[in-house]
């Protein structure tokens, strides 16, 4: 509405919940006269989109009567009420709140048909409306050669343009029938989805971590005391057990793996969000300045939150939808810490809920890094032998050192000796998202590894697909035998199938495939591999390179050597030419993964009762029972911890061994560390004669979940990853490779020295737990 009147030259004032409060509280005498002049507007939401707060529907008449005023001065004020939330839970009545406008969503009633609403208008207001612009259908007669045009009179023909979606409408009388028919009427379903939010609310209001910090911080007004005050909306932030907010994008990636979709940000409401989360106007636009926009990812700058979650239930919404929800945040936060079980409250304690400890999980194995750390592991057991390339020559050592960088001079080698960190693997991924091609040595391009990820797999409509959707891929197997010029493609129950390395000397058509929202030029490698894959996954696909014409360059500039970043071309990766991670991390995630369990933990609780039957019961002044609330927190407890032991989807128990979780992680550059994550305070490595500056740190998502020989998935991983990286699921870095001389031929090997420089601004080898998770902002 600002951007509207503004075109108009007509002044518009926003106003907080605490202005209209304090106004209800004024004077009545003070308020302008109801008929006078100017004519003001007053917007306001009946429910807000961030936090389900519920304003009050009496404001819409004590405004038009003149007994309260949003702002100071004379004139006669009309109302526009946004119902789009409200009216998607709730009953309104117009013959009591009239409202002079009224928008409203009927895809957020029925959740069909997608994008249409409607604008109620009083007759009695009806007139003041004046318009623009006219399209077909709106017109009693108009002239082409003289300003002459009468619009329709009635308020609907007038203002809807052109053809209707009247498809689409005519869907509308069936939605409010099958509505009234499963539910009873809106009535019912306010009483049904308001006792869910204030259940859900209480639970998770009472959990605690063991030192009594809570689990989540919730932002609302009201106390979910009744449904006039409060939508079946829960907006939170989830906190570690020292307060610190845990990133909403974080939270989103593990509810996805439990099954739970979340909304997360700021829910185009960005007024209520600075409100509830202390942000100023200020830092609104310094959060721009460091590439924060609307939508995206970043979740926490300099350890504040740029947005929340949020949860809403509806009509179909059921109580075990809301335990599902509780019993997801239970096994991702209410969990032992570094080991070590949680203490279980005492009988004594005050509305604390004791409970008998559980059998410990069995131990497990540890696979010791000498069994997996093989330099010439070359590549999968099932690995065709007719591939004879230059990946299967011995390996080569490259322990030289080349003259120092002046960056190096500056920023100091690390201490170590020769040989304290060593290229253990080289993987590359000719197919994007398909299995891994595990090299000793290898060429290098100008896109980083030779082949890697030069192919993708596209659907029928030529979108890219990864693993999120098909998990499959894995299995897809491709071998580059360089001296036959042949990709090998391979993939149990299928026969072997080879793609030429050259391009096609025929003309090919190009067509434009998306990665990362970056458009790329890519071309059809025939039907003969379409019909290869189309068998194999039991739908059409097909398989594209990228066109050697083309040049996709690096959108994202993050390291201080900013030409290099802007001249590095890319094939179909998602951000970097090479990806790097280090062994030792990943023994450090084995062996929490390995010893990881899950144990009974206590709760208290303030408000909300769960019987045994999943009935809700209201206590005393709308209150819900304290123990009966713990009882029913102590049963999911108990429900996690029965599903203790790490297992796949298939609810097999699975472990790790180190190669396991290396694949899972898909880097180019595996390299032999001395510390766990001590490759987050590089800034650039050598490896040989080559130079490659560090881009940053690569944020996981819930492919790593994904076993990459069975095509299984198994949340743990993320999960515990997640713990241990407290903020940002962060693991691997990206690398660019500066200043490469292509006019000779360049390789990586495995048994090649690892020389990295230190981050200028790093005084000390080892940082605080607090300073090693620092948001990187591109």
Same mark, same amino acid.
């Given at each position: 509405?600002?951007?509207?009147?503004?075109?108009?030259?007509?002044?518009?004032?926003?106003?907080?919940?605490? =202005?209209?409060?304090?106004?209800?509280?004024?004077?009545?005498?003070?308020?302008?006269?109801?008929?006078?002049?100017?004519?003001?507007?007053?917007?306001?939401?009946?429910?807000?989109?961030?936090?389900?707060?519920?304003?009050?529907?009496?404001?819409?008449?004590?405004?038009?009567?003149?007994?309260?005023?949003?702002?100071?001065?004379?004139?006669?004020?009309?109302?526009?009420?946004?119902?789009?939330?409200?009216?998607?839970?709730?009953?309104?009545?117009?013959?009591?709140?009239?409202?002079?406008?009224?928008?409203?969503?009927?895809?957020?009633?029925?959740?069909?048909?997608?994008?249409?609403?409607?604008?109620?208008?009083?007759?009695?207001?009806?007139?003041?409306?004046?318009?623009?612009?006219?399209?077909?259908?709106?017109?009693?007669?108009?002239?082409?050669?003289? =300003?002459?045009?009468?619009?329709?009179?009635?308020?609907?023909? $007038?203002?809807?343009?052109?053809?209707?979606?009247?498809?689409?409408?005519?869907?509308?009388?069936?939605?409010?029938?099958?509505?009234?028919?499963?539910?009873?009427?809106?009535?019912?379903?306010?009483?049904?989805?308001?006792?869910?939010?204030?259940?859900?609310?209480?639970?998770?209001?009472?959990?605690?971590?063991?030192?009594?910090?809570?689990?989540?911080?919730?932002?609302?007004?009201?106390?979910?005391?009744?449904?006039?005050?409060?939508?079946?909306?829960? &907006?939170?932030?989830?906190?570690?057990?020292?307060?610190?907010?845990?990133?909403?994008?974080?939270?989103?990636?593990?509810?996805?793996?439990?099954?739970?979709?979340?909304?997360?940000?700021?829910?185009?409401?960005?007024?209520?969000?600075?409100?509830?989360?202390?942000?100023?106007?200020?830092?609104?636009?310094?959060?721009?300045?460091?590439?924060?926009?609307?939508?995206?990812?970043?979740?926490?700058?300099?350890?504040?939150?740029?947005?929340?979650?949020?949860?809403?239930?509806?009509?179909?919404?059921?109580?075990?939808?809301?335990?599902?929800?509780? $019993?997801?945040?239970?096994?991702?936060?209410?969990?032992?810490?570094?080991?070590?079980?949680?203490?279980?409250?005492?009988?004594?304690?005050?509305?604390?809920?004791?409970?008998?400890?559980?059998?410990?999980?069995?131990?497990?194995?540890?696979?010791?890094?000498?069994?997996?750390?093989?330099?010439?592991?070359?590549?999968?057991?099932?690995?065709?032998?007719?591939? =004879?390339?230059?990946?299967?020559?011995?390996?080569? #050592?490259?322990?030289?050192?080349?003259?120092?960088?002046?960056?190096?001079?500056?920023?100091?080698?690390?201490?170590?000796?020769?040989?304290?960190?060593?290229?253990?693997?080289?993987?590359?991924?000719?197919?994007?998202?398909?299995?891994?091609?595990?090299?000793?040595?290898?060429?290098?391009?100008?896109?980083?590894?030779?082949?890697? $990820?030069?192919?993708?797999?596209?659907?029928?409509?030529?979108?890219? #697909?990864?693993?999120?959707?098909?998990?499959?891929?894995?299995?897809?197997?491709?071998?580059?035998?360089?001296?036959?010029?042949?990709?090998?493609?391979?993939?149990?129950?299928?026969?072997?199938?080879?793609?030429?390395?050259?391009?096609?000397?025929?003309?090919?058509?190009?067509?434009?495939?998306?990665?990362?929202?970056? $458009?790329?030029?890519?071309?059809?490698?025939?039907?003969?591999?379409?019909?290869?894959?189309?068998?194999?996954?039991?739908?059409?696909?097909? #398989?594209?390179?990228?066109?050697?014409?083309?040049?996709?360059?690096?959108?994202?500039?993050?390291?201080?050597?900013?030409?290099?970043?802007?001249?590095?071309?890319?094939?179909?990766?998602?951000?970097?030419?090479?990806?790097?991670?280090?062994?030792?991390?990943?023994?450090?995630?084995?062996?929490?993964?390995?010893? &990881?369990?899950?144990?009974?933990?206590?709760?208290?609780?303030?408000?909300?009762?769960?019987?045994?039957?999943?009935?809700?019961?209201?206590?005393?002044?709308?209150?819900?029972?304290?123990?009966?609330?713990?009882?029913?927190?102590?049963?999911?407890?108990?429900?996690?911890?029965?599903?203790?032991?790490?297992?796949?989807?298939?609810?097999?128990?699975?472990?790790?061994?180190?190669?396991?979780?290396?694949?899972?992680?898909?880097?180019?550059?595996?390299?032999?560390?001395?510390?766990?994550?001590?490759?987050?305070?590089?800034?650039?490595?050598?490896?040989?004669?080559?130079?490659?500056?560090?881009?940053?740190?690569?944020?996981?998502?819930?492919?790593?979940?994904?076993?990459?020989?069975?095509?299984?998935?198994?949340?743990?991983?993320?999960?515990?990853?997640?713990?241990?990286?407290?903020?940002?699921?962060?693991?691997?870095?990206?690398?660019?490779?500066?200043?490469?001389?292509?006019?000779?031929?360049?390789?990586?090997?495995?048994?090649?020295?690892?020389?990295?420089?230190?981050?200028?601004?790093?005084?000390?080898?080892?940082?605080?737990?607090?300073?090693?998770?620092?948001?990187?902002?591109?």
């Amino acid at each position: 509405m600002r951007e509207v009147v503004a075109a108009m030259n007509i002044t518009s004032i926003p106003v907080r919940p605490e =202005d209209m409060w304090l106004a209800e509280e004024q004077d009545a005498t003070a308020a302008s006269d109801p008929d006078g002049q100017p004519l003001h507007l007053f917007c306001y939401p009946a429910q807000s989109n961030f936090s389900g707060t519920r304003y009050p529907l009496s404001w819409i008449e004590e405004v038009k009567s003149g007994r309260m005023c949003p702002v100071g001065g004379p004139g006669k004020w009309f109302v526009l009420l946004d119902a789009a939330a409200y009216v998607g839970t709730s009953p309104l009545d117009l013959s009591v709140h009239r409202a002079d406008f009224v928008p409203l969503s009927f895809y957020k009633i029925f959740g069909f048909p997608t994008g249409l609403g409607a604008l109620l208008v009083n007759s009695r207001s009806a007139p003041l409306l004046r318009k623009t612009y006219f399209g077909g259908g709106t017109a009693t007669a108009y002239l082409a050669k003289e =300003d002459f045009y009468i619009p329709r009179e009635s308020v609907a023909e $007038r203002f809807e343009d052109g053809t209707i979606s009247f498809l689409d409408v005519i869907a509308l009388k069936h939605g409010f029938d099958v509505l009234e028919r499963l539910t009873g009427g809106m009535e019912n379903i306010r009483q049904h989805t308001f006792t869910l939010a204030r259940y859900t609310y209480a639970a998770l209001s009472a959990l605690r971590y063991p030192n009594g910090a809570p689990v989540a911080q919730i932002y609302s007004d009201s106390e979910f005391s009744s449904p006039e005050v409060q939508g079946p909306v829960i &907006s939170f932030n989830v906190l570690d057990d020292n307060g610190n907010i845990i990133g909403y994008s974080q939270v989103d990636k593990m509810a996805s793996l439990h099954n739970i979709h979340v909304r997360t940000g700021c829910f185009c409401n960005t007024g209520a969000c600075q409100r509830h989360l202390g942000i100023s106007d200020e830092m609104i636009k310094k959060h721009l300045q460091a590439g924060h926009v609307c939508g995206d990812d970043v979740d926490l700058i300099d350890g504040q939150p740029t947005g929340s979650v949020r949860i809403s239930f509806g009509y179909m919404s059921t109580l075990e939808d809301a335990q599902a929800f509780l $019993r997801f945040i239970i096994a991702t936060r209410l969990r032992p810490s570094h080991g070590q079980p949680l203490p279980l409250a005492t009988p004594g304690e005050a509305g604390a809920l004791s409970a008998e400890s559980l059998p410990a999980t069995r131990a497990r194995r540890s696979p010791s890094p000498q069994e997996d750390a093989s330099p010439d592991s070359r590549v999968w057991d099932n690995a065709p032998t007719t591939v =004879d390339a230059v990946s299967l020559r011995p390996p080569l #050592l490259e322990t030289t050192r080349t003259q120092q960088t002046p960056s190096e001079k500056a920023a100091g080698i690390l201490d170590g000796g020769l040989g304290s960190h060593i290229v253990t693997n080289l993987f590359l991924y000719p197919i994007k998202s398909c299995a891994a091609f595990e090299v000793t040595r290898w060429p290098l391009g100008n896109q980083g590894l030779l082949y890697d $990820r030069s192919w993708m797999v596209v659907n029928h409509n030529g979108v890219c #697909l990864s693993q999120k959707q098909e998990p499959r891929l894995c299995l897809i197997q491709p071998f580059i035998d360089l001296q036959r010029r042949i990709m090998v493609i391979n993939a149990q129950g299928m026969e072997p199938i080879a793609v030429s390395l050259e391009e096609n000397s025929k003309p090919a058509q190009i067509c434009q495939s998306k990665v990362c929202a970056d $458009r790329v030029n890519t071309y059809d490698c025939g039907e003969k591999i379409s019909s290869w894959l189309s068998k194999f996954f039991g739908r059409p696909y097909h #398989l594209i390179r990228q066109s050697s014409d083309f040049q996709r360059n690096a959108r994202k500039k993050r390291g201080k050597d900013q030409s290099a970043c802007t001249t590095a071309t890319l094939s179909l990766v998602n951000e970097a030419q090479y990806l790097l991670i280090n062994r030792s991390s990943v023994l450090e995630l084995q062996q929490q993964l390995s010893t &990881s369990k899950y144990l009974l933990t206590h709760c208290t609780a303030s408000c909300g009762l769960l019987h045994g039957d999943g009935t809700i019961f209201q206590g005393d002044h709308g209150g819900l029972s304290n123990r009966c609330v713990s009882l029913g927190l102590a049963l999911m407890i108990k429900a996690c911890s029965d599903h203790r032991s790490l297992s796949d989807e298939n609810g097999k128990e699975e472990l790790f061994p180190v190669n396991n979780l290396i694949s899972r992680f898909r880097a180019n550059i595996i390299t032999s560390g001395t510390r766990a994550f001590e490759e987050e305070k590089w800034d650039e490595i050598s490896v040989g004669s080559l130079h490659f500056q560090v881009l940053g740190p690569c944020h996981r998502c819930q492919m790593i979940c994904i076993d990459q020989q069975t095509g299984q998935r198994n949340r743990n991983v993320f999960q515990k990853l997640s713990e241990r990286r407290e903020r940002k699921v962060n693991f691997g870095l990206y690398l660019m490779h500066t200043s490469l001389d292509l006019s000779s031929p360049c390789y990586l090997s495995v048994g090649s020295q690892v020389l990295p420089v230190l981050k200028e601004n790093i005084e000390h080898y080892d940082l605080p737990a607090s300073e090693k998770q620092q948001e990187v902002i591109s």
